[in-house]
């Protein structure tokens, strides 16, 4: 059983296009986080969510949103997509801010074209 | 200057060696220190945890911190080519603040 699950796996779009990326746990954890990871493979953490609540916003720009429907899931909406976003993109979660061991999903890889 | 600083390597090891990998970092505010192992494909995956300065062993593996120097390490001893992975520190300010990871040391444990 999957601890930290993200759909899908592999993304290839267009320009301009407008995109969801999934991500659910099944660890009972309160935190979630969404981060990019460049060509560089610097790992970059985007957002956080305690409880649907944003914690933290990293200087991201506003075309990416993440939207939360309960404590186990937490999606990543992207609009007008850039070349520039193509990255993976990892989901995570922990039991709550104040614990530093964060569990990490595959990643799903953005390709802009 | 960056907040967390790793060389990238690549880094070559016999199978059996020592080998030390190491991170710098400017915040003197951290106070959890970690390190994770991914895989080619993969995402990282917690190896070890730590929040005092001195030395933790889980098996093979050694997390040692020296805040003082702000400098962490990770021994790993016995080296295995299933070692072989990018190996990436991160640190974290009390409360969750400010979750920074190092860019990555790339590993290759050769048979």
């Known amino acids: 059983d999957t601890a930290v699950s993200q759909t899908p796996k592999y993304l290839v779009t267009q320009m301009g296009n407008d995109k969801s990326i999934k991500c659910e746990q099944n660890?009972?954890?309160?935190?979630m986080y969404w981060y990019k990871q460049d060509s560089k493979k610097f790992l970059k953490i985007m957002f956080s969510?305690?409880?649907?609540?944003?914690?933290i916003n990293e200087t991201v720009p506003n075309r990416f949103s993440p939207k939360s429907p309960d404590k186990a899931h937490l999606n990543l909406h992207i609009n007008s997509l850039e070349l520039g976003d193509s990255a993976v993109y990892f989901c995570a979660s922990s039991q709550d801010t104040g614990r530093a061991e964060a569990f990490f999903g595959q990643g799903t890889r953005l390709t802009v074209v | 200057q960056k907040e967390v600083e790793q060389d990238p390597g690549p880094l070559s090891v016999p199978e059996g060696a020592i080998v030390s990998l190491n991170c710098t970092y400017s915040?003197?505010?951290?106070?959890?220190f970690m390190w994770y192992r991914q895989y080619s494909r993969k995402g990282p995956e917690l190896l070890m945890y730590?929040?005092?300065?001195g030395n933790k062993e889980d098996g093979r593996f050694t997390a040692q911190v020296d805040k003082s120097s702000k400098y962490i390490s990770l021994f790993i001893r016995d080296s295995q080519p299933s070692d072989s992975a990018t190996y990436l520190c991160?640190?974290?300010?009390?409360?969750?603040?400010?979750?920074?990871f190092g860019p990555g040391t790339r590993l290759s444990v050769l048979p």
């Open positions: 991160a640190m974290i300010e009390n409360y969750g603040q400010n979750f920074v």
């Open positions: 660890l009972g954890h309160d935190t």
């Open positions: 969510y305690n409880n649907k609540e944003l914690i």
């Open positions: 915040n003197s505010a951290f106070q959890y």
């Open positions: 730590t929040y005092s300065s």
